[in-house]
């Protein structure tokens, strides 16, 4: 009886390991592009493999990574503006995290730890559509955490390899890299008036500031001002 | 490893870790406020846009608004791409692809 009630657990763990991997598969799949390009930018901005894929090992946060690089390549190696970006784009995590919080809050201390240094969008987002259709379960989590983790890692040694092959990055037009990943990024979040009226307020405030501000502070002053017009036209919406 | 590199990375390690794991520790029992989710809703189009205008408009550091300017006219086409296509690897080849061809003139 026991022993039955054992296997039965064992069936359905594996059940949802099973689960796991087959639902993760096309979103990690999907990841391989960007980490390459990660990789090929890192050595493009005149980083060494090392620093490249150590940036993916422990910040694994695919954007601000871009980011990063993108100002390290740019000269940037006074720590508070990049420390600062990465910051702003990062503070996604705290929603995400939170709307976990009820579920994670369970797990032994360890786990919670582990769990949080693994998410990402795409993997919060699968774990919520599970919680959804069927409850919050931590070994999918895990799995899917851990599936993407891997592979970010192993794409960005792909790119650093790729790239180590080129001589001279610059001539092919790999500097473009960087402003068509985001492109790939941003526009699809431009789905709403509110969203358009960022937009155009972070473009006029980056240029002015680019202009007349040094080093790379517009980014910061731009992001800052175009997040609160939208933060506080959010705000006005909900009250009409 | 250059020194004042790994500082910088280890930095980006350690804020994007508080974000992760700030949630659970801040706001466990209360949810985030409502003023810091709209604002942080609108924190990825802002700083994608600052990245992305300012390198298109003023590559050079100053302001470019002409047929010279590559990185203009490569931009206007891969966000033309992005946007039917929604995938990196056209968008990225076809910008730089652009680029490319740019250069040879």
């Known amino acids: 009886m026991q022993l039955s009630n054992l296997l039965a657990g064992k069936n359905e763990l594996a059940e949802e390991a099973w689960v796991a991997l ?62 600062l970006t990465t910051l702003l784009v990062n503070m996604r995590h705290l929603i995400m995290g939170s709307s976990l919080a009820p579920y994670m809050i369970e797990l032994p201390f360890p786990l919670q730890a582990l769990l949080a240094f693994l998410m990402t969008d795409e993997t919060y987002a699968l774990t919520i559509c599970r919680i959804h259709k069927v409850r919050y379960s ?47 990024l941003l526009i699809p979040l431009l789905a709403n008036r509110i969203s358009l009226i960022v937009f155009g307020a972070a473009a006029v405030v980056s240029v002015f500031a680019a202009l007349y501000l040094p080093g790379k502070w517009y980014i910061i002053i731009a992001c800052l001002t175009a997040s609160l017009i939208g933060g506080l036209l959010e705000g006005d919406g909900e009250h009409a | ?93 076809i910008g730089m692809s652009i680029m490319f061809v740019l250069k040879l003139f």
Not at chain 1, 30 to 57: N, Q, R
Not at chain 1, 144 to 159: D, I, K, P, Q
Not at chain 2, 9 to 17: F, N
């Open chain 1, 138 to 184: 931590a070994l999918y989590q895990l799995i899917v955490s851990t599936a993407f983790y891997l592979v970010w890692v192993l794409s960005t040694v792909a790119g650093v390899v790729l790239a180590s092959y080129i001589s001279d990055p610059l001539t092919w037009g790999l500097d473009f890299a960087m402003p068509a990943t985001f492109l790939v």
């Open chain 2, 1 to 93: 490893m250059r020194s004042e590199v790994f500082y910088i990375i280890l930095g980006m390690t350690l804020v994007t870790y508080f974000t992760r794991i700030g949630a659970l520790a801040l706001f466990r029992f209360t949810g985030v406020p409502t003023w810091i989710n709209r604002w942080l809703k609108y924190v990825p189009v802002a700083i994608l846009t600052a990245l992305i205008v300012p390198s298109l408009l003023l590559p050079k550091g100053y302001l470019d608004i002409s047929l010279n300017n590559h990185y203009l006219i490569a931009g206007i086409v891969a966000a033309f791409v992005a946007y039917k296509s929604r995938n990196i690897i056209a968008t990225l080849g």
């Open chain 1, 22 to 83: 087959r639902e993760c598969a096309p979103v990690v799949l999907g990841v391989v592009p960007f980490g390459i390009t990660c990789g090929i930018m890192g050595l493009t901005a005149k980083m060494s493999g090392v620093e490249t894929i150590s940036m993916s090992v422990i910040v694994f946060a695919g954007a601000s990574q871009f980011i990063g690089i993108t100002m390290l390549g740019a000269g940037i190696t006074s720590w508070g503006i990049i420390i």
